[in-house]
C-alpha cells in the first residue's frame, strides 16, 4: 500500500514548513468537537503531521492517539506532547490498533494512493471507530482542482518566500497534484499526488467500506484568477470538504 513519493514530499514538506503554534489550531480544534457533535472522550488522530493539533485538542480530550509516517515528526511530537497524547510512528495502512475511539480524524491528506488504498484505510477507520463512534476527512474536490491546472504560486510568501509550488491535475484519474521546490533549484522538487473525489464518488466508497456519511461541510476557496482565498465556498467550488462518518 506504500507510495514512495510520500515519505520524502511530507518530509521535504516538514523541513520547509516547520511545525505551527498550538494557536494556529485553535479554531479548527473547536470546529472538529463541534462536528463530531457529542462529548469526544477518545480520538485517534491520522497523519498528525508533529502533533500539533492532536496538542490543542488533548486540551478537551481525555486520551488521544495519532499516526504519522514521518519519523521527524513522530519525534518532534514526543518532544512536546502532554502524557494524554500516544505517539507512533508508522502508517494507517497497516498500523495494528486494538484501541476503539469516539472519533477518529484525517485532517487534510486523504487520499494517497489508489482507489483501493483509499477503501483500505476506510475499512481501517470502520475497524477503529466506537460502535457509537464517527470520522471526520477532509476529501478534495475534483471541480476545484481542475481549475488549479498549471498554476504556480508561492505558498507562503511571508513565512517561506523561496519556495514555490505548482498545481498540476490528472483529469483521466482525478489526482490533483502539488510540486514544491527551493528557487534555488527547480530540479530538485518533490510532489505530491492526491486522489479526489466528488461527494457522490466518496459516498460510494465509503459504502463499500461499510460506512454512511452524515454530514458533508465545505471548507474554502482559491479563486485562481484575483489568487485570493475566499473563507466560504460551495460544496461543488471548494478546495476540500469534511465528511463525517458513521457505521
Ligand atoms: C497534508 S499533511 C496534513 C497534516 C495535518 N493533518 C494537518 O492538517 O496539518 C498529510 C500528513 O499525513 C501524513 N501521512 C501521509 N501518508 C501517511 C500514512 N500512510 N500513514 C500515516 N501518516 C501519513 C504525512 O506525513 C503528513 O503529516
Redesign the pocket.
Known sequence: METTW?NEF?KMQYEFIGDYPVEFYKESTLEILEQAGKPVYSALE????DGS?ARALSKHVNKITT????KE?TDKAESLNPDNIETIHG???DVQLTEKFDAVIY???FG?GTDDAQLKLLRNIKHWMADDGCALIDIYQPEHWKKADGVEMYPDPENMPHIKRRYSYDFEENVMMDTWWHKKDEKLNNTQYLKCYTPDEIYNLCKQAGLNITGYFPHGAMDYESMKYHEHASLKECLSYRIKVVK
Do not use: R
Not at 67 to 70: D, G, K, P
Open positions: 510520500a511530507y491520522l497523519g498528525a503531521w493539533l499516526v504519522e509516517l514521518i515528526m502508517s494507517f495502512y485532517i487534510d491528506g494517497v
